[in-house]
Antibody, heavy 121, light 107 residues
Framework: EVQLVQSGAEVKKPGESLKISCKGS????????IGWVRQVPGKGLEWMGIIFPGNSDTRYCPSFRGQVSISADTSITTAYLQWSSLKASDTAIYYC??????????????WGRGSLVTVSS | EIVLTQSPATLSLSPGERATLSCRAS??????LAWYQQKPGQAPRLLIY???NRATGIPARFSGSGSGTDFTLTISSLEPEDSAVYYCQQRSTWPLTFGGGTKVEIK
């Protein structure tokens, strides 16, 4: 069974750093893209970026490039989303999702349950 | 960046009625469009990929059609559990983008 298990909710102050995780299981972690999607409560879905763990190919949405960093550790089948300096506007639910094979990437067939990040002074 | 415009914003229908949701792209996607369903407090769920292919386990009342710039998600006979927000998403060109969503309410 394919599963994506995300790390728990976080409460941070502006300016702090944060790294959230997404552990994949039940499939070949290195042969599927993993993407990250933001959802501000009550709003729509925003694609942030995606990584192919097999070769570390990473693509970012221009709106998020330079604001976050996406990485993956194939030895523990885990993808990460990282901030170096959080802002209040980063408050949102962050979903990871499996994003297809290298040749057919970009459709998200399995999703994690989301990680709520709250940034408040 | 490809912009996806969904309409209507809200659809209010009775059980058993047919729902037709539209997604229009700012440039051609070929067939590379997916539809997702999101219920309150839940992660999105993939319904349709590559315009017309139902994902695993999705009931036959959900169908997708279209190509190029105009796409449609049809729910042939609404069930109470179909109350949700539906999003389209394109994978034709980086960056990937989502539409703004259509909320389906069941009367």
């Amino acid at each position: 069974e394919v599963q994506l298990v995300q790390s728990g909710a976080e409460v941070k102050k502006p300016g702090e750093s944060l790294k959230i995780s997404c552990k994949g299981s039940g499939y070949s972690f290195t042969t599927y893209w993993i993407g990250w999607v933001r959802q501000v409560p009550g709003k729509g879905l925003e694609w942030m970026g995606i990584i192919f763990p097999g070769n570390s190919d990473t693509r970012y949405c221009p709106s998020f490039r330079g604001q976050v960093s996406i990485s993956a550790d194939t030895s523990i089948t885990t993808a990460y989303l990282q901030w170096s300096s959080l802002k209040a506007s980063d408050t949102a639910i962050y979903y990871c999702a499996r994003g297809g094979t290298i040749a057919a990437g970009g459709t998200f067939d399995y999703w994690g349950r989301g990680s709520l990040v709250t940034v408040s002074s | 960046e490809i912009v996806l415009t969904q309409s209507p914003a809200t659809l209010s229908l009775s059980p058993g009625e047919r729902a037709t949701l539209s997604c229009r792209a700012s440039q051609s996607l070929s067939i590379y469009l997916a539809w997702y369903q999101q219920k309150p407090g839940q992660a999105p769920r993939l319904l349709i990929y590559d315009a017309s292919n139902r994902a695993t386990g999705i009931p036959a009342r959900f169908s997708g059609s279209g190509s190029g710039t105009d796409f449609t998600l049809t729910i042939s006979s609404l069930e109470p559990e179909d109350s949700a927000v539906y999003y389209c998403q394109q994978r034709s060109t980086w960056p990937l983008t989502f539409g703004g969503g259509t909320k389906v309410e069941i009367k």
